[in-house]
Nanobody
């Protein structure tokens, strides 16, 4: 079992920044990809960003590219999402998830909700205008 805990959410004005953290604990099941997703009220959960185990592969949704930065710190077993130039449309509950990689990689895997094995409880991000 892998447990994920998000932190760092809060209320920020448009144009501001927040840094989210996703801390992992539990049984080491090998390498895994960590993704960030978000879900606004009445909307489907959508992909935000993802990072591979080594950090060599990084993916961003078009809506956040150039504004958000994902990174991984293996020493802390934590993945971060630095969010800059925040917009009201970024308001959502943000979730991190771990994809235990036990299959050959297929492009697009990092953005598919159903590919992820473990999920955190979410952290609220609210951007005011």
């Amino acid at each position: 079992q892998v447990q994920l805990v998000e932190s760092g959410g809060g209320l920020v004005q448009a144009g501001g920044s927040l840094r989210l953290a996703c801390a992992a604990s539990g049984r080491d099941r090998g390498t895994y990809t960590v993704g960030w997703f978000r879900q606004a009220p009445g909307k489907e959960r959508e992909f935000v960003a993802a990072i591979s185990w080594s950090g060599s592969s990084i993916f961003y949704a078009d809506s956040v590219k150039g504004r958000f930065i994902i990174s991984r710190d293996h020493a802390k077993n934590t993945v971060y999402l630095q969010m800059n130039s925040l917009k009201p449309e970024d308001t959502a509950v943000y979730y991190c998830a771990a994809d235990i990689f036990d299959a050959v990689y297929v492009p697009g895997r990092e953005s598919r909700v159903w590919e992820y094995d473990y999920w955190g409880q979410g952290t609220q991000v609210t951007v005011s205008s």
